[in-house]
């Protein structure tokens, strides 16, 4: 299948993208639509109640790790859907993930704890809701950090890796801009160029206009 659809939701005090991926018309056995959420930022209850009014199952919730503004809502998220949070295997993102004090919620006045049914390898491919998703880790933003590529839909989700003219910080804990830069280079550069990039803050790009107007990429 290759008829995907996204949809997006800006959420949290970050305006962090949370987006929301289909098979329209494919319907499962609760004749609902399976989704996949990436990164539920905040409000689990408010992205569940939105998803199922509009005919929603959440098959899978993924994250591309563990700051505040991409996890606050997974926990509640899991609650109500009964869906499995995956995320990076290996341990790399797992501390991040369940310390507050180091995904800085507790500075948010709001700590947040999360642990992740099924930690996924560097280059593993996984099922949900009907598409062929590949984790590629992405130290850099964080030690953890990770993109999921879909590569029969030529879509790749970088969270706080890539952005549209930049990439993500890396003066918060485990962050490293020469990994980050080494990241890039070496797992999503050498993507096609017509790959489209939906980040975790701002606007789409494509692998190509990154190659070609983005300052870290030359």
Request: charged share 25%; hydrophobic share 35%; aromatic share 10%.
């Amino acid at each position: 299948m290759s008829d995907i659809k996204i949809g997006r939701m800006v959420l949290s005090i970050c305006q962090t993208n949370c987006y929301f991926l289909y098979h329209e018309g494919v319907k499962g056995e609760n004749g609902l639509t399976e989704t996949i959420v990436i990164d539920p930022g905040d409000r689990g209850a408010q992205i569940y109640d939105a998803l199922t009014q509009k005919g929603f199952h959440v098959n899978a919730i993924l994250l591309t790790h563990g700051h505040f503004d991409h996890i606050w809502g997974a926990n509640e998220l899991r609650r109500l859907s009964g869906a499995k949070i995956y995320a990076y295997a290996c341990r790399q993102e797992e501390e991040m993930l369940r310390e507050p004090s180091v995904n800085m919620t507790d500075r948010m006045h709001k700590p947040c704890s999360v642990r992740p049914d099924v930690f996924l390898e560097d280059l593993q491919v996984f099922e949900a809701a009907g598409f062929s998703i590949q984790m590629l880790h992405t130290p850099g933003h964080t030690k953890g950090s990770c993109c999921y590529y879909l590569e029969e839909e030529k879509v790749l989700f970088s969270g706080d890796t890539l952005f549209e003219g930049s990439v993500g910080r890396t003066d918060f804990p485990t962050g490293s801009m020469s990994s980050l830069v080494r990241s890039i280079k070496e797992k999503l550069l050498v993507l096609p160029e017509d790959v489209v990039v939906y980040p975790g803050h701002g606007d789409t790009t494509t692998i190509g206009d990154e190659k070609k107007y983005n300052p870290y990429c030359q």
